[in-house]
């Protein structure tokens, strides 16, 4: 079993920061590519960044030089950076992270449940 926790959303006002975290736990073999993905309401799932196990990023055209994503290899845990934040920013945040099992060693995608980040104007 693994678990996919995120944390840290929240309101803030336009221009402000925050930092969400998303920690994965259970039985990993290996953790892979770890990212962000959004969904803002009436909108599909989009990528926010993501981030190689070797220390690859990605990140979309609307964050790019706002955002920065970073992993903690020794916690499992991936974090992202928000920083000048403006109301298009406003979405459901879900963590990613690709997953071996150390009993299966199979590589699976699990997600979190969603941290709400909400920037006012």
């Known amino acids: 079993q693994v678990q996919v926790v995120e944390s840290g959303g929240g309101l803030v006002q336009a221009g402000g920061s925050l930092r969400l975290s998303c920690a994965v736990s259970g039985t990993i073999f290996r953790i892979n590519a770890m990212g962000w993905y959004r969904q803002a309401p009436g909108k599909q799932r989009e990528l926010v960044a993501t981030?190689?196990?070797?220390?690859?990023?990605n990140y979309a055209d609307s964050v790019k030089g706002r955002f920065t994503i970073s992993r903690d290899n020794a916690k499992n845990t991936v974090y992202l950076q928000m920083n000048s934040l403006k109301p298009d920013d406003t979405a459901v945040y879900y963590c990613?992270?690709?997953?071996?099992?150390?009993?299966?060693?199979?590589?699976?995608?699990?997600w979190g449940r969603g941290t709400q980040v909400t920037v006012s104007s």
């Open positions: 981030l190689t196990s070797g220390g690859s990023t």
């Open positions: 990613n992270a690709g997953v071996v099992g150390s009993t299966s060693h199979r590589l699976y995608d699990y």
